[in-house]
């Protein structure tokens, strides 16, 4: 996180995005995205996989309609790596609305 990012209202536009995704896809996986210093990058569109439950509601929180609320450990933690990575791409898996695993595409031979 940057600092100060501690609420929605405080994020970047591009985290913002990013954070309107994974409530808008509570069950889903964003492949493909990009980070560019430490922001995610919609050029080109990351893929989503859409999970969607059975016998559940699949439909995106009402947060998703709130301009402004304080970010959850896991929101803030996926930024926090999100500025470790710096440049590169991302798998986000995203359960229950919130950002579960992140997975790292890198190249053999590169930073561990």
Do not use: W
């Amino acid at each position: 996180m940057k600092p100060g990012d501690s609420s929605k209202a405080e994020l970047s536009a591009s985290r913002r995005q990013l954070l309107e995704l994974i409530q808008r896809y509570p069950f889903c996986r964003l492949e493909n995205l990009e980070v560019r210093a430490g922001e995610p990058v919609f050029d080109p569109a990351p893929r989503i996989t859409q999970e969607i439950k059975l016998g559940t509601e699949n439909g995106p929180p009402q947060q998703l309609e709130k301009d402004d609320f304080l970010l959850r450990a896991p929101v803030v933690e996926l930024f926090e790596h999100l500025n470790r990575i710096s440049d590169g791409r991302v798998v986000v898996e995203v359960r229950h609305g919130l950002p579960f695993r992140l997975l790292l595409e890198r190249l053999a031979g590169g930073d561990a």
